[in-house]
């Protein structure tokens, strides 16, 4: 057999004309002319070196090897089928897949985190891949298939790849519960002069957009320590009197020891978004994916509004009258 010569259309036609054993009922079951279903006929028996089916009295008889292929045909055909079915409709509960992220550190816990505790419930058999963001490769590995899905900001995305916005982000000076100095009344200068933790995500760094900002308004933080990630930042601002300004999804459920202030200027917030590649954007999966994500990114900020009124609200009622 010529398997150079074979495709999956005939592979249905056999499979109809062993069926019906006619090619008349055949073509009407593929919705295809009568010559066309002949014509395709006459390839098989080209791919097979074999008549396949001869005329007979009433319709067509198979030969042997024709009876020998039913079987083979129709388990290959249902199995494909059945991989385009599962890919077409996504049962999560049933999938198995691995979809890998990459983010920074930040997003690990912002999104990533509660991610993999909803697939849990809801995908049990799809697993997660994290890997740090590399942007300069990013849009490499989307194309080799090493990366599936990436949250950053979309606007940093090359322009090849497919970009969603999932939300806004803002930096919002954090400090610990009983920091003696730290408040919403502080002015600029009184806030610089606090001792800051500052992120450099390249490592080392001791100046941000944030400190050029200042600078140009004669004004410098006192910056005395400068770590590698955020996630490295509550812990130890809550046992000390260092402040530091971090994305506020970060503080999301973090607030038992820390407390959060109002910047007493302005802070440039950011976007996020999902990045991903044209050879996922089709697949049932992965759109499911990414609509989890999104599910999630909108019902946290939801959980986060709710919880912070009723704070405001408690607060109020507790604060003595003057």
Not at 145 to 153: C, H, R, Y
Not at 300 to 308: G, I, Q
Request: hydrophobic share 40%; with cysteine; charged share 25%.
């Amino acid at each position: 057999m010529d398997s150079k010569r074979l495709d999956l259309n005939l592979l249905v036609t056999l499979e109809a004309l062993l069926i019906e054993q006619n090619v008349t009922r055949a073509a009407a079951r593929l919705h295809l002319s009568q010559p066309a279903v002949s014509a395709q006929l006459n390839r098989l028996r080209k791919v097979f070196d074999d008549p396949l089916l001869i005329p007979a009295q009433r319709g067509m008889t198979p030969t042997v090897k024709a009876l020998e292929l039913l079987e083979p045909v129709r388990q290959a055909l249902d199995q494909v089928r059945s991989t385009v079915s599962r890919h077409r409709n996504f049962d999560p509960a049933r999938a198995e897949m691995t979809i890998t992220v990459t983010c920074t550190d930040y997003l690990q816990y912002a999104l990533v985190e509660p991610l993999v505790l909803e697939l849990r419930k809801t995908a049990p058999r799809v697993r997660i891949a994290i890997r740090n963001l590399d942007l300069p490769q990013l849009e490499a590995q989307m194309a080799r298939g090493d990366v599936d899905l990436a949250l950053m900001t979309p606007t940093d995305a090359p322009a090849n790849l497919r970009t969603r916005h999932l939300f806004h982000d803002r930096y919002v000076p954090i400090g610990r519960k009983d920091h003696p100095r730290l408040s919403n009344r502080l002015s600029i200068k009184q806030f610089t002069e606090l001792e800051h933790v500052i992120v450099s995500l390249r490592g080392g760094d001791f100046v941000t957009p944030v400190d050029i900002s200042l600078a140009a308004l004669g004004l410098r933080r006192n910056v005395v320590l400068s770590a590698a990630s955020f996630l490295f930042v509550p812990d130890i601002v809550a046992r000390s009197d260092f402040v530091a300004l971090v994305p506020e999804r970060l503080m999301y459920e973090r607030t038992e020891r820390l407390r959060l202030v109002e910047s007493p200027f302005p802070v440039e917030g950011f976007s996020v978004g999902m990045v991903w590649h044209e050879r996922t954007h089709g697949h049932s999966g992965h759109r499911w994916i990414r609509e989890a994500i999104v599910s999630l990114a909108n019902a946290r900020l939801a959980e986060h509004a709710t919880a912070s009124n009723l704070t405001r609200r408690h607060d109020r009622r507790t604060k003595p009258s003057k």
